[in-house]
């Protein structure tokens, strides 16, 4: 009898659980030169490099956005003279690049958009640019609809400077890896 309740309150909250979270599938990643799709870069020495933040919604996910929040990293020594630029039209900015940036704008369906640019000066030392997680909103992102849909974006790759990229945490799995033993010890 024991073990049929922790069985039936384990399929209670896990479904709840599931019905709880938002959707997962779209990606953030780095692209030097979109729509190419070139994750990395070998600059020649203090010349302007322009890392574009690329969002792709193909994946079947919603049908367009009207927020995105994110931040970036650069490797210490990889770059110098940093400029953030907002690429969507009419679009307001809220937050800087490095601390956790949040940019809402009109409806934006296009499926592959690049959202952002960070331009820099390449100081010689390979590194990353890298995407992070916005400190208040980690992985949103707000579909068209009213009231929107938060849906969850991953970090497919982190832009190589002088190097090969890095990939990111997309198609990793969030569970923690624990025994039945582990589980059963919450209830008892």
């Known amino acids: 009898m024991r073990t049929a309740m922790i069985f039936l309150v384990l399929c209670v909250l896990g479904t709840g659980t599931i019905l709880a979270n938002p959707i997962i599938g779209e990606q953030l990643y780095i692209d030097f030169d979109p729509p ?32 995105i929040s994110f931040a970036l990293s650069t490797t210490p020594g990889m770059a110098s003279d940093h400029v ?15 601390n956790g940036v949040t940019i ?22 390979p590194g990353v640019v890298g995407l992070e997680e916005h400190p208040g909103s980690p992985h949103v992102l707000l579909d068209c609809e ?24 997309c198609g990793g799995n969030p569970v923690q890896n624990v025994t039945w033993g582990s589980i059963k010890g919450l209830y008892e």
Do not use: M
């Not at 070998?42 to 490099?49: D, G, K, M, Q």
């Not at 929107?148 to 890095?166: A, D, K, L, M, S």
């Open 146 to 169: 009213v009231p929107p849909y938060v849906y969850i974006f991953c970090h497919r790759y982190h832009g190589g400077v002088g190097q090969p990229e890095v990939f990111g945490d």
């Open 104 to 125: 809402s704008t009109d409806c934006v369906a296009d499926p592959v958009t690049a959202v952002a640019k960070l331009s820099f000066v390449y100081e010689g030392t």
């Open 36 to 67: 190419n799709l070139q994750y990395s870069v070998y600059p020649e020495l203090f010349s302007t490099v322009d890392a574009y933040v690329v969002l792709d919604i193909v994946e079947g996910g919603p049908g367009g956005f009207t927020e």
């Open 84 to 98: 953030f630029t907002n690429l969507l039209p009419g679009a307001s900015v809220v937050g800087d690049w490095f």
